[in-house]
């Protein structure tokens, strides 16, 4: 099992960059898929990207390609999303995900409370 903890979302303008991590308990990390997800007020859960445990592969939503670059580090225990240019509707809270046998968009078994970013125009 697996705990999920983000932190480094905040207030940002349009335009500003921001970096978000994952922080993983145990001692397996290296074995889960990791990926991020954001939720915008009023609307559904939406997949943002993902990286593979075995040859670190990654896969992003459409809107955030060439913008948001996701990371991990297995010996910190920690996935990263870096995010440039971001823009108002990048406003979102978003979730760490963590899964051994699914990737990509998941379903994923494991996740974190959230981190809320915010973008203003």
């Known amino acids: 099992q697996v705990q999920l903890t983000e932190s480094g979302g905040g207030l940002v303008q349009a335009g500003d960059s921001l970096r978000l991590t994952c922080a993983a308990s145990?001692?397996?990390?290296?074995?889960?898929?990791m990926a991020w997800f954001r939720q915008a007020p009023g609307k559904e859960r939406e997949f943002v990207a993902a990286?593979?445990?075995?040859?670190?592969?990654?896969s992003y939503e459409d809107s955030v390609k060439g913008r948001f670059t996701i990371s991990r580090d297995n010996t910190k225990k920690q996935v990263y999303l870096q995010m440039i240019s971001l823009k108002s509707e990048d406003t979102a809270v978003y979730f760490c995900?963590?899964?051994?046998?699914?990737?990509?968009?998941?379903?994923?078994?494991?996740w974190g409370q959230g981190t809320q970013v915010t973008v203003s125009a």
């Open positions: 145990g001692r397996t990390f290296s074995f889960y898929n």
């Open positions: 990286i593979t445990r075995s040859d670190g592969t990654t």
């Open positions: 995900a963590a899964d051994i046998f699914r990737a990509g968009r998941g379903p994923y078994n494991y």
